[in-house]
């Protein structure tokens, strides 16, 4: 399936990199930092940290380098038509069964490679909001550090990981993009623009949401996070290319013998000194699925950079976490820390389907249709959004559902600990989602989407505030099994009883209004009526999804239940909070109780945001890193590695139109077990030409 791009891209492909290293042989034995996890935030934290050449440090990454598969991930519309999903460049993650999501284990991909998720996701950028930024601050209270995640200090951090270029004219004109430099970033590492093909119904998307009561978005970027617009994806101009955190934070980097990333090597556990209280000293890995094992010493700090599932499994299968998770997995228990893994969040979805009368990147894409040969056809990703507030899921009712919520306050939390403070934190937590619910803020996300195997239209609603939290565990001591997800969807119980003829099992939740499950039924009824309102629905023919049978509260309901899945953001699983409510940070993102580890990537915002999550990832990292190199140096010097470079930003026009929308990827048949594999050592970008460093178990990448 995949297209051959032009000659002209291609040489824009394979442009020779200038900074080539040469290949090394073995690592040290001993490192200042040891960043666990070369995912998303852990390449800019490995980045940032080597930037003071006093520092030596070393990213150690569970998966491959992906070089093998880098023009499917440098290629943004096969995030769509060539996932990585089916490869091992993604976890290939299961949910447990779902009582209330009728009993279903839900498919969850993760990137498992040199860039984590941002390798393998589907490149919108938003950002959150200033009142959920602050509301998060609020939350720390008094604690030291927290004055660091103000609204002004993380729009700061999210700019100065971001070059912003505007769209083409052509594009401009056709998706009907409007943007404000001044709220972006201008020399970052990663890229965000716009695609560089487009389609008429991407361009009557801001219109037909104005039609229906949602407001076109003045200030996306800028702190007011609501409203319908096309957003940004993070797509280097240049050459088209997808823009993340290897290519902005490791690909550029020039060797300063400093700096050592390692692929294919799967973290086990952290190694604490017996003596002195709960300090890190070696960080325990293995390059071959659990054969063999490897120590590597630590002087300064371990930080886990594992992302939402795997930051919470390291800290669990290290001995640190709820002590009856710990002993029902015959783990050794280190440090008794109860909120590891509990308060997750994720932002539950669905889409509504229409057949259409013009084309959609989907049937170009599979039927051959007529720009099927135009290189910029496969730019194209889905980006028109809106983020819709209470008041208009809940025009005449938003005073009543905020009252029922406000009474559920302090009744709710799921049933996943035996201790106190977590469920202070459950509390925490929905106290300031309900406080976000009476606000402009997005309390749901609808997205277009025209990359359907089909060549159907969708649109998702997605849940941005969901009331039901959930946990990752382990059950089994062995570090190469997978942790246990349970986002526990659907379970949230305040509001009515659900009628009992919904109810096929006791454990299912006997109360409906102001539930998620409501919350989505109104927000996809909305996703409904948007297609059906002009100019959007001139060109849409017939629902085929759930269709016109499906009418009643409870018939959503059912097929809610029957067909949601993740909007693949899931967060907050080490939340910051302090230790009375549960967290597993603090607000210098130091886990609770240990001396010298932190967490710094999703899993910590303590509040599901109303974005998708990599900006403001980028933004966790940033922030993080400046919190700790200004622990140790006492202040970040000058010689910032990076920079955005001027870009030209092509020009060369579109003349499409058709229509648009989803989805994508079957779910991938990956192995359900094991990091695998072989060891590719990679320092700085020599990795890039595919010089072959060293290997184990016979595997080479070249
Ligand atoms: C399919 C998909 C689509 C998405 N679409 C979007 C989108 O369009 N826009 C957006 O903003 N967000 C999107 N997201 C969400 C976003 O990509 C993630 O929230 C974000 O990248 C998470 O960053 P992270 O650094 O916390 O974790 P990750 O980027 O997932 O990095 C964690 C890294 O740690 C590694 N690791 C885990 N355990 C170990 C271990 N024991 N030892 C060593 N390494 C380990 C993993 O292999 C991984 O590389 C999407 C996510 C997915 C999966
Ligand atoms: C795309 O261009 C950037 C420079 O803007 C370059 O660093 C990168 O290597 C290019 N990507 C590819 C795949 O050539
Ligand atoms: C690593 O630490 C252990 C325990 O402190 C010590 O015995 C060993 O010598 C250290 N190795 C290196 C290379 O520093
Ligand atoms: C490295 O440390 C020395 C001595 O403490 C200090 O003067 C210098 O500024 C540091 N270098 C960087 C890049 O921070
Ligand atoms: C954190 O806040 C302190 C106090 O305002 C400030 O000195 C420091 O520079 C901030 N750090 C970051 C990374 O913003
Ligand atoms: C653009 O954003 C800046 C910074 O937030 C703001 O001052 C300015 O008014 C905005 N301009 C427009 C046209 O909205
Ligand atoms: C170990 O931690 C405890 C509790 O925080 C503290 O009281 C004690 O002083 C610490 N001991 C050392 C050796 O640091
Ligand atoms: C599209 O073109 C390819 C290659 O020319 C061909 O193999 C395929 O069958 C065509 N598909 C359709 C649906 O026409
Ligand atoms: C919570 O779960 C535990 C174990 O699953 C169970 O024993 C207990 O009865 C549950 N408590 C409530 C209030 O549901
Ligand atoms: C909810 O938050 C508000 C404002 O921070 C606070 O006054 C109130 O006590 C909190 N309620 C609960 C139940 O925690
Ligand atoms: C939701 O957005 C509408 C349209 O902009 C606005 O009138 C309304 O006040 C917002 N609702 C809340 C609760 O802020
Ligand atoms: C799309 O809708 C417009 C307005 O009804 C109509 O003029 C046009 O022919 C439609 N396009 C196609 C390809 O059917
Ligand atoms: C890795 O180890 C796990 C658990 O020991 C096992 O289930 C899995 O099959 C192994 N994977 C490979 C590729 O050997």
């Known amino acids: 399936m995949q297209l051959a791009l032009s000659a002209q891209l291609l040489a824009g492909l394979v442009a020779p990199l200038a900074l080539a290293l040469s290949p090394r042989t073995e690592i040290a034995d001993s490192y200042d930092f040891v960043v666990i996890g070369g995912g998303q935030a852990g390449l800019v934290l490995g980045g ?37 999903w089916t490869t091992p460049l993604n976890w290939g993650f299961y949910t447990v069964e779902q009582p209330n999501a009728n009993d279903r284990e839900i498919y ?25 930024i602050n509301a998060w601050q609020s939350m720390l209270g008094d604690m030291d550090g927290a004055e660091n995640w103000s609204w002004d200090s993380f729009y700061s951090a999210m700019k100065k990981s971001e070059t912003f270029s505007p769209p083409t004219d052509a594009v401009e004109k056709q998706a009907d993009i409007t943007w404000n430099s001044s709220t972006h970033g201008s020399d970052g590492p990663i890229h965000a623009s716009y695609t560089g093909f487009t389609f008429d119904q991407v361009g009557q998307w801001s219109e037909a949401c104005a ?10 970027y800028g702190g007011s996070n609501w409203g319908a617009e096309v957003s940004t994806s993070c797509i280097n101009p240049s050459n088209w290319t997808r823009s993340y955190s290897r290519t902005g934070y490791l690909d550029p980097l020039p060797d300063r013998g400093n700096y050592d990333v390692l692929a294919n090597a799967h973290v086990t556990r952290i190694i604490f000194d017996s003596t002195s209280n709960l300090t890190a000293n070696a960080v325990e890995y293995t390059p071959n699925n659990g054969t063999t094992k490897k120590t590597i010493n630590v002087t300064k700090e371990v930080i886990l950079a594992a992302g939402s599932v795997g930051s919470p499994a390291v800290l669990l299968h290290s001995g640190v976490g709820p002590k009856d998770v710990l002993s029902s997995a015959g783990v050794d228990l280190v440090h008794e820390l109860p909120g590891v893994g509990q308060h997750l969040q994720d932002h539950l979805s669905a889409t509504i389907k229409w057949t259409t009368d013009v084309e959609t990147a989907g049937s170009i894409f599979y039927d ?120 526990n969807y659907l379970s949230n119980p305040s509001g009515m009883p659900l009628p009992p003829i919904l109810r096929t099992q006791d454990s299912q939740p006997k109360l409906t209004s102001t539930s998620d499950t409501s919350i989505l039924t109104t927000a996809l009824k909305l996703a409904r009526r948007l297609g059906n309102t002009t100019p959007l629905s001139t ?81 966790v990292a940033e922030i993080g890193a400046a919190v700790v190199r200004e622990f140790w140096d006492g202040g970040v010097q000058g010689g910032i590695a990076f920079s955005g470079g001027s870009l030209t930003n092509s020009s060369s026009s579109s003349s499409s139109r058709s229509s648009a929308s989803a989805s994508a990827s079957a779910s991938g048949t990956v192995e359900k077990n094991g ?3 072989g060891m590719a050592w990679v320092r700085g970008p020599s990795w890039f030409w595919g010089v072959s460093l060293m290997v184990g178990a016979g595997v080479v990448f070249v």
């Open 48 to 84: 940032r940290l080597a930037e003071d050449t006093n520092h030596t440090v070393l990213v150690l990454e569970s998966g491959g380098n992906g070089d093998e598969y880098r023009n499917r991930i440098d290629t943004p519309a096969y995030s769509y038509f060539d996932s990585l």
């Open 108 to 132: 969850w991909p993760r990137g498992k490679v040199l860039g984590g998720s941002s390798a393998i996701n589907g490149l919108y950028m938003t950002r959150p909001g200033e009142n959920e």
């Open 211 to 220: 039609n229906i009561g949602i407001p076109i978005s003045a200030d996306m």
């Open 368 to 487: 051959n249709g007529s720009e099927r040969n135009n290189p910029l056809f496969l730019t194209y990703i889905d980006s028109a959004i809106a983020y819709v507030n209470a008041s208009n899921i809940y025009p005449t009712t938003l005073e009543s559902e905020l009252s029922t919520i406000q009474s559920k306050l302090t009744t709710y939390a799921p049933n996943t600990t035996y201790e106190n403070t977590v469920l202070e934190g459950y509390k925490a937590i929905y106290n300031t989602t309900a406080q976000i619910f009476n606000s402009p803020t997005g309390l749901v996300e609808l997205l277009f989407m025209n990359s359907d195997g089909n060549g159907d239209v969708g649109i998702t609603a997605a849940l941005q505030h969901p009331y039901s939290h959930g946990r990752i565990y382990i059950n089994s001591s062995n570090p190469m099994d997978y942790p246990v997800i349970d986002p």
């Open 539 to 619: 060109n849409l023919t017939a629902e085929t999804s759930p269709g016109s049978s499906t009418q009643s509260d409870s018939d959503w309901e059912t097929w809610i239940r029957t067909n949601a899945g993740t909007e693949y953001h899931p967060s907050s699983s080490c939340a910051m909070l302090p230790l009375s409510q549960g967290g597993v940070v603090d607000a210098n993102l130091r886990v609770h109780g240990l001396a010298n580890v932190r967490v710094i990537d999703a899993s910590v915002p303590p509040i599901a945001l109303s974005t998708h999550l990599m900006a403001s990832t980028y933004g």
């Open 675 to 677: 990091a695998g594999g």
